[in-house]
């Protein structure tokens, strides 16, 4: 049987809520008026780790050669 997937994000109104600090190319995505202290950020999707779907690119349209 698979271990099923743990969600750790914080609770709305949490003490640690936009209580962390701001790294500059860490921790950019925030939401609020800083980093939350949980593992992920409230308010936020949550990351995809492993494989994924398979999914064919979209061709782009519209587009000309110039020589």
């Known amino acids: 049987m698979p271990i099923p997937a743990q969600f750790m994000t914080l609770k709305i109104g ?26 992920f950020e409230l308010g936020q999707p ?6 994924r779907p398979a999914t ?3 061709a782009p349209t519209g587009l000309r050669i110039v020589r």
Do not use: E, M
């Open 14 to 39: 949490c003490a640690t809520v936009d209580a962390g600090a701001v790294l500059p190319n860490i921790n950019d995505g925030f939401v609020g008026a800083t980093p939350d202290l949980g593992a």
């Open 56 to 58: 064919l690119p979209i």
């Open 46 to 51: 949550l990351p995809t780790y492993g494989p």
